[in-house]
C-alpha cells in the first residue's frame, strides 16, 4: 500500500515562491504517475500538475501554466511543486496523489485515476 506525505506548506506572500514535497513509500515507484491537485472549502478538488514517475511528459493546469512545476528526486522517492509568482487565488489544499499507472493527458486530470493520497499541506498567500 502506498503512503503519502506532503510537505512544505504555509503562509506566502503574493508573488512569492514555495515548494511543497511529497514522500512517497510503500512500493517501488519506477513507473505510475504522480499529481498534485488543491482545493478550496466548498469546491471540488482541482488539478495542478502531474507527471509520469519514469520521466516524459509533463502536464500543468491551464490556471498555473507557467508558474509551477513538477520534479522528482527517484533516490528519495520525493515529488516536488514548485510554484512562482504565487496569488491569493492560490491559497488552498494541496494534495498528492500516486497511481501504478502511466496516464496520459486526458487521464492525468481525473481524481479517479489516483488510488493514493496524502493528508494534504496548507498554502495560504497573503500579505
Known amino acids: 500500500q502506498v503512503q503519502l506525505v506532503e510537505s512544505g506548506g504555509g503562509l506566502v506572500q503574493p508573488g512569492n515562491s514555495l515548494r511543497l514535497s511529497c514522500v512517497a513509500s510503500?512500493?517501488?515507484?519506477?513507473?505510475?504517475?504522480m499529481a498534485w491537485f488543491r482545493q478550496v472549502p466548498g469546491k471540488e478538488r482541482e488539478y495542478v500538475a502531474g507527471?509520469?514517475?519514469?520521466?516524459?511528459?509533463?502536464y500543468y493546469a491551464d490556471s498555473m501554466k507557467g508558474r509551477v512545476s513538477i520534479s522528482r528526486d527517484n533516490s528519495r522517492n520525493v515529488v516536488y511543486l514548485e510554484m512562482n509568482s504565487l496569488k491569493p487565488e492560490d491559497t488552498a489544499v494541496y494534495y498528492c496523489?500516486?497511481?501504478?499507472?502511466?496516464?496520459?493527458?486526458?487521464?492525468?486530470?481525473?481524481?479517479?485515476?489516483?488510488?493514493?493520497w496524502g493528508q494534504g499541506t496548507q498554502v495560504t498567500v497573503s500579505s
Open positions: 496523489a500516486a497511481t501504478s499507472r502511466n496516464l496520459i493527458a486526458s487521464s492525468v486530470r481525473r481524481m479517479g485515476e489516483y488510488d493514493a
Open positions: 507527471r509520469r514517475w519514469s520521466g516524459g511528459n509533463f
Open positions: 510503500g512500493r517501488t515507484f519506477s513507473s505510475g504517475t
